[in-house]
């Protein structure tokens, strides 16, 4: 089970960062223009900072504390490896981020509505988990019997103006992805600090 979004304006306010597809338009920017008390921000512990990399990272990728903490405990388990670069694989290898990445939806909670309503497949075979891990060389599709479903009505077109990331490679008429390699750490959600948040599990 993911995690339960609130509302998002109100979210990435708190969170002073633009974590949602919703957040990261105009309409955002100038929702917040009008306010026209000037507000002293408050001085934010090395805890506070850590806390807020946690919620930034779990509201991004639609994480909760359970699922969140497990990959922490993963990453903390390899030996010789960099746990932030590790954490940010894990979590951009979850088949919902994959589905997201490929263009195939136009937000990570889309892309988790279609992987648990059963639109998408994994090497032909139908994933119903948003959190699966996706390998290199899996091929992730829309089902064929869901593509003239509304949702995916204009999806051909607007992957043709879409540019996704250079690990994977999306087959627009066919709406089909494969993952070609790793997602690199900084190369995407560079706004997330995960050595921070790595820092803030070893206090709990």
């Known amino acids: ?88 694989k894990l979590l951009e290898s979850r088949l919902d981020n994959i589905v997201f990445r490929l263009g195939l939806a136009n937000s990570r909670l889309l892309a988790r509505q279609m992987v648990s309503h059963g639109h998408i497949l994994v090497n032909n075979r139908r994933i119903t988990v948003p959190s699966a891990q996706i390998r290199i060389g899996d091929i992730v599709s829309v089902r064929s019997q869901s593509r003239q479903k509304g949702m995916f009505l204009s999806l051909e077109e607007r992957l043709k103006t879409y540019t996704s990331p250079n690990w994977v490679d999306i087959d627009e008429k066919n709406m089909t992805g494969e993952v070609k390699g790793s997602p690199e750490y900084g190369e995407n959600e560079s706004n997330l600090n995960f050595a921070s948040i790595l820092e803030f599990y070893s206090r709990v």
């Open 1 to 88: 089970m993911g995690l339960r979004i609130g509302p998002k304006y109100k979210i990435a306010r708190r969170l002073d960062d633009k974590i949602f597809s919703k957040t990261q338009t105009t309409k955002f920017a100038i929702s917040g223009s009008d306010n026209k008390k000037i507000t002293r921000k408050k001085t934010v512990s090395e805890y506070g900072r850590q806390l807020l990399e946690k919620q930034k990272a779990k509201y991004t990728y639609g994480v909760n504390e359970r699922q969140f903490a497990n990959y922490i405990k993963l990453v903390r388990s390899m030996k010789d490896k960099n746990t932030s670069a590790e954490m940010f």
